[in-house]
């Protein structure tokens, strides 16, 4: 649906907003869970259809990757993305785990799987959260089931992107954190992705107008 450019102009500017406030309450979250410290770099939103997103953010596309999906249900449903390349996700789990020459790890293993599973989680539910709490009367977002992705870079987004059922023609509101993670004094850079529906977003705000009028 179409609404005024002045309207879509301000939701871009709420959502700019809680881009800055989600990925810093994202990192305190993470802190809480992980004991980790990550960094935000940066923070944006931009309105792309999926092609678009994969011709931004796919450019490592033969990299090997670990990739977390963790689904958003709800009134306003959503989805988060952390893609971590393989080495920097090993390191990352290395730092909690511990390593030995006799047991090297393995990333689809159980503990591997879990590390990222909940720093994806405490990203997206602050995201999910902040959004629902500025767009809805009664803020009921919820964190489904995360699911685990070891493929290359482009293959991960594929399978990723699969779990939404969309389209290439839609378009996301997708906000991209750069994020920076410190193992052993030595800074490693991950992201995170967290899509919400434009066309989902703008029918959701045309009913709630609905109601109140």
């Known amino acids: 649906m179409e609404i005024k450019p002045e309207i879509a102009q301000k939701i871009q500017e709420v959502l700019n907003s809680l881009a800055k406030n989600s990925s810093t309450q994202g990192a305190a979250i993470v802190k809480e869970r992980l004991g980790l410290e ?18 931004q ?13 963790t689904p958003v249900v709800g009134d306003l449903p959503g989805a988060g993305f952390l893609m971590l390349t393989k080495d920097k996700a090993t390191k990352l789990i290395l730092s909690y785990i511990g390593a030995r020459a006799d047991h090297p790890i ?16 405490a990203l997206t539910l602050s ?9 809805q009367k009664k803020p009921n977002p919820l964190i489904g089931a995360p699911e685990t992705f070891f493929d290359t ?5 594929d399978l990723m992107f699969s ?4 389209v290439e023609t839609d378009i996301y ?8 993670f410190s193992i052993d004094k030595v800074a490693h850079q991950g992201f995170y992705f967290y899509l919400i529906n434009k066309k989902t977003l703008y029918e959701f705000l045309f009913a709630q107008s609905q109601q109140l009028s």
């Open 153 to 157: 870079w482009g293959n991960t987004l």
């Open 57 to 69: 953010i796919g450019t490592n596309s033969s990299v090997m990757t670990a990739g977390v999906f």
């Open 173 to 180: 509101f997708i906000f991209i954190l750069g994020f920076a």
């Open 127 to 135: 995201f999910a959260k902040s959004i629902s709490k500025v767009f």
């Open 106 to 121: 393995y990333l689809p293993a159980f503990t591997p799987q879990l590390i990222l599973k909940i720093l994806t989680e």
């Open 163 to 166: 779990r939404l059922n969309d």
């Open 38 to 55: 990550i960094i935000v770099q940066s923070c944006n939103v931009y309105p792309f259809s999926h092609k678009e997103i994969k011709a």
